[in-house]
Nanobody
Framework: VQLQASGGGQVQAGGSLRLSCVGS????????MGWFRQAPGKEREFVAS????????YYEDPVKGRFTVSRDNAKNTVYLQMNSLKPEDTAVYYC????????????????WGQGTQVTVSS
């Protein structure tokens, strides 16, 4: 599956952004999806993930209550709604896909999008 992420940008602290990730080339609903991010000088970290049915979601602690992951399999798209953004959310955000069970570890994901930059100013 090929993944194309979009929706990043620059926003002030407290603002919102919605990231989208469109899948193509394979049956999108076969894949669990994850969002990861990488800030300058830091390792890539897990943000959120969602099962192929959408009934299971996981979040890293710093984004719980602020970010929401969802998917629309009819549109081959997974979303990351980000509210109450903070400067520490600044990073390149990546979507990723894996078959079967949803996961939170980057090494379990086989397919990656190109990343979209999110910059939050104070």
């Amino acid at each position: 599956v090929q993944l194309q992420a979009s929706g990043g940008g620059q926003v002030q602290a407290g603002g919102s952004l919605r990231l989208s990730c469109v899948g193509s080339g394979s049956t999108f609903s076969d894949y669990a999806m994850g969002w990861f991010r990488q800030a300058p000088g830091k390792e890539r970290e897990f943000v959120a993930s969602i099962s192929w049915t959408g009934d299971l979601t996981y979040y890293e602690d710093p984004v719980k209550g602020r970010f929401t992951v969802s998917r629309d399999n009819a549109k081959n798209t997974v979303y990351l709604q980000m509210n109450s953004l903070k400067p520490e959310d600044t990073a390149v955000y990546y979507c990723a896909a894996k078959k079967h069970k949803v996961a939170i570890d980057a090494w379990e994901y086989d397919y990656w999008g190109q990343g979209t930059q999110v910059t939050v100013s104070s």
